[in-house]
């Protein structure tokens, strides 16, 4: 499983983290990042993990939300590419570390870290069908499913780990 462990001050103000990852985790997070730059790149091709990416600002007013929608859309969308880019940039630095794989972040590294994971559970989270707490999961081993949710754990632990790194735990 993966583990932070907070940078020493000479390492700029102290708020960065190295972070160690397994394989799989780290093998998860290309995945998972080429799934997610697919759909940006054609956000028609998943409508419902767009939704869930860029909620609605007025959902209780159709001209209020297009007006919203064609006004900033555009740059939401962009925004979010460019998250994935400089995530993307992050896992090019990744080092091997004995059986591990060592991905150093700045403050604005792990910023962008918890985001883009944040993204990343969405699109699992909504292919699943979770939208509230139970995470509970009915489907058979065989399923197409159960990648996707062994993906959305797989996140969320890392995800956890770095949330915990940032508390001192």
Not at 1 to 18: E, F, I, N, P, Q
Request: a negative charge.
């Amino acid at each position: 499983m993966a583990r932070a462990r907070r940078r020493t001050k000479s390492a700029g103000d102290g708020s960065g983290l190295g972070l160690s990852l397994t394989p799989t985790e780290f093998l998860v997070l290309a995945t998972v990042r080429a799934r997610l730059d697919a759909i940006l790149r054609n956000p028609s091709s998943a409508k419902s993990i767009v939704d869930r990416l860029f909620p609605s600002a007025f959902p209780d007013d159709a001209e209020a939300e297009a007006t919203h929608r064609a006004l900033i859309g555009s740059s939401m969308l962009e925004a979010r590419k460019e998250s994935l880019a400089a995530f993307e940039a992050t896992l090019a630095s990744a080092r091997p570390r004995g059986g591990s794989v060592g991905v150093e972040l700045d403050g604005a590294g792990v910023d962008l870290w918890l985001h883009v994971l944040n993204d990343f559970r969405l699109l699992h989270g909504t292919e699943l069908g979770i939208d509230d707490d139970d995470w509970s999961w009915e489907g058979s081993e065989d399923s197409a499913s159960a990648a996707s949710y062994g993906f959305y754990w797989t996140l969320t632990g890392i995800q956890g780990v770095l949330l915990d790194a940032l508390d001192g735990d």
